[in-house]
Structure formats: structure tokens, C-alpha cells
């Protein structure tokens, strides 16, 4: 009888575990592995990749270049003993790879060629910052990459002369830019980001622009001889941040042509196959929230631009020409789902490949990256919500999976069950999507707690990808609702402008209409309403539990409560009055108020956590503060949790990702019946 119910007791323990291990659990993040950037080569036959994996020991990231066969065999690492590999860029003619990377576990970064035929590799470069954005000239005997150049720092005195050996407080931090700070950065070196070239066997690199402007996205003129390139060179160009051109630049730094002059953005500049023309990004800035890009087409010297009407009300990116110069590719997000597609020259739009992204580890956001074989083959990011990036290989009408990085942690294990749902906003009647997430082992019979998690931006969208942190509610129990409300990004320009001068507003609406068509189906525990979201999320939470009672609890991440503080702190303080609210906060203190969810703090009986990063520039902590002071003040249950060197991005760090969503199942599970 005792062995009888040692028997039972050891099986009921074993069936637990099991049950456990077969779901998504917070450890299991420092298991996951991703493809970010896979290039394949101009013959279309071999694909080298950056392999992201989580370091449990170091608490970060760690990068390494992979390279496999377009068939998926022969998969194997490229290197061996260089650190934080990246930015691998096949050579023309497809016998060399250039990448950066350090040669230690250092932060210093140069760059590196490997010989295909000998299997070599060397660093070519002895570089005094980091460089970034590799490409070979046509004639693969030049790298050109962009590398900030540092300025002398602002100094209004000479100090007193120190006497040795004395130990004094530093000396004080002073700016007079509009632009100081960056979040995940902190305090902005004084300089400017810089073109070099260095020659692809090694040497001295030869800086190319020289002007006192921050230079961007760049591509090589066919005659190996000179560059185009986005800046703008306006005098005013620090309160002209919205606007840049287009300028080419001989590679001796003689030349500089300025080749667009419209009001916004220019940018994206590829050069066709043949060297006559300029296929560029960019829109003539109508001073609204949203605005999507135009494709236009110019000969190389400026003239004779042309705009390429594609027919597609959706913002493209990351253009690529064919190999014939009859055709550009490119990549947008509909309806929640990166999309790689291409056109002709006269607009004629083919859809290839769906499902790119999964490089973006937290919440199921866009983003993914593409490469084109010289016979049309395409390497791209594949994922799907139950997969981070692998690598999907395009070729003809054809689709190939070509790695499965995640196999041995994600197999066998119950995900739940992601679906789409559409619904119409009771405000006027407009379609809005969003995504439910059903909790492993879902019994439609059962009611369960929902969770809503509102998106950031708002100029952003969630979609069907891959998400750690969806994944670990809906294994806590939860059903999850994420939508994407009016202002969200994939839905076209008038759906995105929707918030302009009036955010939050509507957007309310649609979420709560969307809690309403998912109760309506029956397995939601009505009397378990949670929500939560980060930063736009964040101001979302807040603002919806400042206008209803509905939730049990909420947790407001990283938020803006008060617009008028916000637009004078954070990072990107000079980039709201006019495009987002009406006026700069002091012309115009009613408007902005009256969207501050700080308005309406007095309304709110929801016990709240928030939480923020404490290095967090783009919604400083002093928002976050606001909050939790006033409930604290009107005695509403709160509490108030500070992540540790976290910037805006709180959950950068695979242990921060963990911790936040522990601390929010927490709150949720307290007030859980």
C-alpha cells in the first residue's frame, strides 16, 4: 500500500512537471535563438546570417555569422573566436564576405573579410570609432561604411589649475544643441556621423564627407567612383529634423551635388544596375502625425524625376533593384504582416512573400530584413507566433524554411493558439484587427481572465509574430487580446493620421469595443478584465482606467502622463507641437492638457502598478512618477516598480523581459479570483 502511493504521488508529480515543461516559461528566454540580416550570395546559392542567441551568464546577446546552402544543407558557422559578429555583406563577384566585428569581448569594432575559396578571414581595418552600414563597391575593390567623428566638446571656461595629485569633481557637461541625448545611449557626443572607404585588402580609410552635418543611408555609383548619400545640409538643419535630401559626392570628397530640394524626408537613395538612375524613399511632409513615402525615380544627375504611383496606400521600405534594372523590391507591414514585394517601373505591384519579422524579442512587432540573388532568389527573416526569425528562402513561386534555430526548445511544447479577430469601432464603423491568444490546453467550455496589451507608437502595429511576452500570459492561464487600434501602422495613411491633434481619443474606443466582440464569445471571465501596455500602451492603459472601472488591476509601463511635461524632458522633446497637438505646450496648455492622462487621475479607483526603466529618456521616469505620487496621494492601490539601467527599451536585457513580465502576472494573479 505505502509503494502503491509512493507510486501515485511520484506519477501526480511527474505529470506536473510535465505539464510545466510543456508550455513557455520565463527561463525558457535565455533559450531563444533568432536570424537577423541574411544575406544571400549574388549567385544565389549560399546565405550567411547573423545567429542571435541569449547569454544567461552575461545577461545579454550574443552574435555569430552563419552560413548554409540555399538547399538548407551544409549549415555551419562561418568564424570561430570573434565576438559580436554583423553587417555581413557578400562581395560582388560572391568570393568574399565582409562583416564587423571585434576581435574580443571587447567594445571596439572593425572590419573584417572572409576569403570564400580559402576560408580565411582578417581584419582589414584599425579604426578609431565604430563603423556600420558595409558596402562594396561595384568594382569590389573599396568598403564604404559610416562612422561617427567626434567634435571638440563645448567648454564656456578654462578651470582653475589643478594641483597634483588632487582629486576634484568632474568637470561640467555642457551643450547647446537641439539634439543632446538619445535614449539607449544617454548624453550625445558632440560630432557628426561621417562616409569612409577603406580598400578591401586593408589600409588607411579616406573619409569622404566632410561637412559639419550627420550623414545617412548611402549606395555606391556604378563606376566605383563616387557615392550618393541622405543628409541635410540646411543651415537651420537642427529644427529642420523632419527634412533630407538626397546629395552624391565624388569619392575623393570633390563634387557634392545636391540632387532633391523638396520639404521632407529623401532617403533610401539605390543606384540601378546600369548607374542612370536614382530610385529613392520620401514625401513632400504635409506637417500631419503619419504620412506614408512616395517611391520616385531620378536620373543619376537629379533630373528628371518621376514618381512611381504603385497603387499601395502603405509605407515601403529597404528598396533593392533587379539584377535587369526592370524592377525595385521592397518591404511593408499590411494588416499586422510584413510583406516583401516587388514592381515594374511603371507601378506595377506583385505581392511575393509573407510572414517576414521575428528579430524583434519582447512583443509582436514588425521589422525582418531581405537580401536579392542576382536571379531573383530572395533570403529573408520568416517567423510565424509560434517561432522567432528563421531563415525563408524565395525562389520562383516557391517557399523554403531553411532553419528551425528553436526546434529543441519549442518542440513538444503547448503555445496556445494565436487567431486574428475584426470587429467594427462603434465610433464609425471602421474595421479594426487584433490578435486573441488562447492559453495552452484551451477548453472553449472554461471561462478564463483576459488580459489586453496595447501597443506602443502609436504609430506602430502588432501583428501575427512572434512574442515572449504574449506567450508567457496565455501560459499563466490568460486569454490575450492585443489590437490594433486607429492610429496604428499597415492600414494606410488616413487610418494612421486618425490621432492627429487628437491622441488618445478614438483609439479608446476601438480597444474597448474590442474587449466587448471577444467577451462576446463566450469563454471570458467578465469579472477578470486586466490591462497593460508600454509606453503608447502605456498612455493607453492609463487613459482607459481613467475612464472606466472595468479591470480588476492594471499595470501602466514606461507612460506619458503629462504631455506638456514630456514634450519639454524627454529625448525627442522637439518633435511634437504641430505634427502631433496643436502648437508648442505653452502656446496651447488646454490642448495639450486635455489629452494628458494625468487629467484624469481623479477618476481612477483601478489598483495600478507602474513600471519604468530608470535610464529611460524617450518617457522619463519623472512620467511614471506622476502617477504613482497622485494614487498614492488619493490612496488607490499602487505600487511602483524602477528597472535598473533600463532605458525606454525596458525589457533589452533577457533577465529585464523576465522581470518585467513576472512582475505584472504578479499584480494581474493578486487580484485574480
Known sequence: MIRFLFFLIFFQFGFDTLK???????????????????????????????????????????????????????????????????????????????????????????????????????????????????????????????????????????????????????????????????????????????????????????????????????????????????????????????????????????????????????????????????????????????????????????????????????????????????????????????????????????????DVGGTSIGRPYGGGSFSVSLKGEISYTLTSPYHPADIGFYEGNSFKRLTNLNNDLLRGKDLGVIEEIWYNSSVDGRKIQGWIAKPPGFDKEKKYPLIVENHGGPISNYGDRFSPEILLYSAAGYVVFYPNPRGSTSYGEEFGNLLYRNYPGDDYHDVMDGVDKVIELGYIDMENLFVTGGSAGGIMTAWIIGKTDRFKASAVIKPVMNWISKTLVADNYYGYAHSRYDGQPWENFNHYWSFSPISLVGNIETPTMVMVGLNDLRTPPSESKQLYHALKLRKIETVYVEIPGAYHNISNKPSQLITKIDHILYWFNKYRD
Open 20 to 354: 510545466a515543461n510543456n508550455t513557455f516559461r520565463n527561463l525558457d528566454v535565455f533559450e531563444l535563438q533568432y536570424v537577423r540580416d541574411p544575406q544571400i550570395s549574388p549567385d544565389g546559392t549560399k546565405i550567411v546570417y547573423v545567429r542571435t542567441e541569449m547569454d544567461i551568464m552575461k545577461d545579454g546577446r550574443t552574435s555569430s555569422l552563419w552560413i548554409i546552402n540555399s538547399d538548407g544543407t551544409n549549415h555551419q558557422k562561418l568564424t570561430s573566436n570573434i565576438f559580436n559578429e554583423s553587417n555581413p555583406v557578400w562581395s560582388p563577384d560572391g568570393k568574399r564576405i565582409s562583416f564587423i566585428s571585434s576581435i574580443d569581448d571587447g567594445n571596439g569594432s572593425e572590419i573584417h573579410v572572409y576569403w570564400m575559396n580559402s576560408g580565411q578571414y582578417s581584419s582589414i581595418s584599425q579604426l578609431d570609432g565604430s563603423p556600420r552600414s558595409l558596402k562594396w563597391s561595384p568594382d569590389g575593390n573599396y568598403l564604404a561604411f559610416i562612422m561617427f567623428v567626434p567634435e571638440k566638446t563645448l567648454q564656456l571656461v578654462s578651470p582653475p589649475r589643478k594641483p597634483k595629485n588632487a582629486n576634484w569633481a568632474e568637470k561640467p557637461r555642457i551643450t547647446d544643441r537641439l539634439k543632446h541625448e538619445a535614449d539607449g545611449l544617454g548624453y550625445m557626443k558632440e560630432g557628426f556621423s561621417q562616409i569612409f572607404m577603406i580598400s578591401s585588402t586593408g589600409g588607411k580609410p579616406i573619409q569622404v564627407t566632410t561637412e559639419k552635418f550627420n550623414h545617412y543611408a548611402f549606395d555606391w555609383m556604378s563606376g566605383s567612383d563616387g557615392l550618393v548619400f541622405s543628409s541635410n545640409y540646411t543651415e537651420d538643419w537642427e529644427y529642420d529634423f523632419r527634412n533630407s535630401e538626397i546629395y552624391s559626392i565624388s569619392v575623393n570628397g570633390s563634387n557634392l551635388q545636391q540632387l532633391t530640394d523638396r520639404n521632407g524626408p529623401d532617403m533610401g537613395a539605390a543606384v540601378s544596375p546600369d548607374g542612370k538612375s536614382i530610385a529613392y524613399l520620401g514625401y513632400e511632409d504635409k506637417v500631419q502625425t503619419y504620412q506614408i513615402n512616395n517611391l520616385t525615380i531620378m536620373d543619376i544627375d537629379g533630373s528628371n524625376k518621376r514618381t512611381i504611383n504603385i497603387e499601395l496606400d502603405r509605407n515601403i521600405e529597404s528598396l533593392k533593384w533587379s539584377a535587369d534594372g526592370k524592377n525595385l523590391y521592397f518591404m511593408y507591414d499590411n494588416y499586422g504582416n510584413t510583406k516583401i514585394a516587388t514592381t515594374n517601373l511603371t507601378g506595377r505591384v506583385r505581392k511575393l512573400i509573407d
